[in-house]
């Protein structure tokens, strides 16, 4: 299974942005996916995570009420909608997978098997 995100950029405060993450070697209708972000000099954190249908997704409080992430299973695909970007959401976005997490563990990046290799998001103020 291999992940590709892609569609970060440069934008201003305020704007807002969608990545995606297609995935090639297996049908995600089966896996979880997640996304997480890595800042300059900062620990991977938990972005978002979305259920295999999609029906179940959840968010880190920062970025709750701001981001939503959805699927096209169909096309192989997850995406993350972000809007009123912010500085503090300048980071490199990496999508996860995993056909055996469970939805207490979705934040938790060890429980995901497979990764994408990122794409950067810079948020200007």
């Known amino acids: 299974v291999q992940l590709q995100a892609s569609g970060g950029g440069l934008v201003q405060a305020g704007d807002s942005l969608r990545v995606s993450c297609v995935v090639s070697?297996?049908?995600?209708?089966?896996?979880?996916m997640g996304w997480f972000r890595q800042a300059s000099g900062k620990e991977r954190e938990f972005v978002s995570a979305i259920s295999p249908d999609g029906s179940y997704t959840i968010y880190s409080l920062s970025v709750k009420g701001r981001f939503t992430a959805s699927r096209g299973n169909a096309k192989n695909t997850v995406y993350l909608e972000m809007n009123s970007l912010k500085p503090e959401d300048t980071a490199v976005y990496y999508c996860?997978?995993?056909?055996?997490?469970?939805?207490?563990?979705?934040?938790?990046?060890?429980?995901?098997?497979?990764w994408g290799r990122g794409t950067q998001v810079t948020v200007s103020s």
């Open positions: 996860a997978a995993s056909s055996t997490i469970i939805y207490s563990n979705y934040r938790d990046a060890t429980r995901y098997a497979y």
């Open positions: 070697g297996d049908a995600i209708s089966g896996y979880a």
